[in-house]
């Protein structure tokens, strides 16, 4: 790999990049939407035992595992994450607790066979469901499903978050936004330190460069607490635009010296998810300490404000702007640092970052699904 490369005009390139505008169109959106939103939430809510269940497949699932940790230590309820796939799989081990369930399913199309199975297995088997759907498509089959239903809530992302690269990019930090907010209205205030920090996150691309000037074979993400499913979000898109010509992977900084670090050589870079929460950036630091000391020069720390500064072959991103805020409000804006990684990664590889697989292999809304009735034997292809 070389750095004379070129990022051709792509939807990708220019659906990361959109992200700002789309987080300032979101919050018109949202304010908009707020009294009948919240009176949806009023009555959703109304019993105190009700489970917020966050729920989408792939990078929809990551949304919902950022925004439930986010808000799980912020707004006093209880918040779980379920990806859809695991509620679909095994709906009675999800949903064993006799419990009424609000359901938030993420979903940029809404076509994706495990949606809609969802939202039917907690009709069928919570005690009282609600349903609020966070999608980029209006005309998808999960916003079609619910939108007329009085148990049920449609919450359309700016039209222009309906990415239609292959990779979620734009769709995830608007739905993320959109989750954070919706749940805690006071996140709105922030609005200018989140655009701010992913408008520095776009122009990283001299230092990802260099990153990749080493000709990575793998690289792993470490995230810890809120971060941790940012770190599973950044190692899919690594994957996904270079057609899994870059191994990449996640983890915890404490989980991954518990095997994991194995993954290690001489070909592998380790990007480090700082956390703003000051018990979880201990772990970070220590990490970071420990990594540089072994492996100088294979080590990207991004959020290193106030980290002691990084030897001169490793490469530190701070982001003064975001200082104050929830790391699931830094996620939004930080993940362009992963998105931009990737896209140069896969442009150096030779891939088309809007179609890494023209073989069919893997597609952008997953065909083949065969979504099987509650206790039968049969089902229908999706």
């Known amino acids: 790999m070389t750095t004379d490369v070129t990022i051709p005009a792509s939807a990708t390139l220019a659906e990361i990049h959109q992200q700002p505008q789309a987080w300032r169109d979101l919050a018109v959106l949202l304010d908009r939407a707020r009294q ?19 729920t989408g497949a792939g990078t929809s699932a990551f949304v919902g595992r950022i925004a439930a940790e986010s808000l799980r230590g912020r707004s006093g309820r209880r918040f779980d994450a379920v990806a859809s796939t695991d509620l679909v799989a095994a709906p009675r081990t999800v949903l064993a607790e006799d419990l009424p369930v609000l359901l938030v399913s993420f979903a940029r199309s809404g076509n ?58 734009s769709s995830f930090s608007s739905m993320l936004l959109a989750a954070l ?11 200018d330190r989140v655009v701010a920090s992913g408008e520095r996150a776009l122009g990283t691309d001299d230092a990802l460069h ?53 993954v290690l050589d001489d070909d592998t870079v380790v990007v480090v998810l700082r956390s703003a929460d000051p018990t979880v950036r201990r772990y970070d630091d220590d990490i970071v300490r420990e990594l540089r000391a072994d492996r100088p020069g294979q080590v990207v720390v991004v959020g290193s404000d106030g980290l002691q500064g990084a030897p001169g072959t490793d490469v530190d991103l701070a982001f003064p702007e975001a200082e104050g805020l929830d790391d699931g409000l830094r996620a939004v804006a930080l993940v362009a640092v992963a998105q931009l990684l990737a ?38 292809r999706g």
């Open 36 to 54: 009948d939103l919240d009176a949806f939430l009023g009555r959703a809510l109304e019993d105190p035992r009700t489970r917020v269940v966050f």
């Open 112 to 169: 994706s066979p495990e949606s809609g199975a969802a939202t039917e297995l907690v009709d069928a088997l919570a005690p009282a469901a609600h349903h609020l759907v966070v999608t980029c498509d209006p005309s998808g089959a999960l916003a079609v499903a619910h939108h007329d239903r009085a148990d049920s809530f449609v919450l359309v992302m700016p039209p222009q978050t309906n990415d239609t690269g292959f990779a979620m990019t």
């Open 181 to 191: 907010v919706a749940f805690v209205p006071s996140d709105a205030a922030a609005l």
């Open 210 to 262: 260099r990153v990749l000037d080493a000709s990575p074979r793998r690289i792993v993400f470490l995230g810890g607490g809120t971060l941790a499913g940012l770190a599973e979000e950044c190692a899919l898109k690594t994957l996904e635009l270079t057609a899994g010509g870059i191994a990449a992977f996640h983890d915890t900084p404490l989980g991954f010296r518990h095997g994991p670090k194995a």
């Open 343 to 380: 896209l140069h990664a896969s442009v150096r590889l030779g891939c088309t970052p809007d179609n890494p697989f023209p073989d069919g292999s893997v597609n952008r809304v997953v065909r083949g699904v065969v979504i099987h009735p509650l206790d039968g034997e049969h089902g229908a």
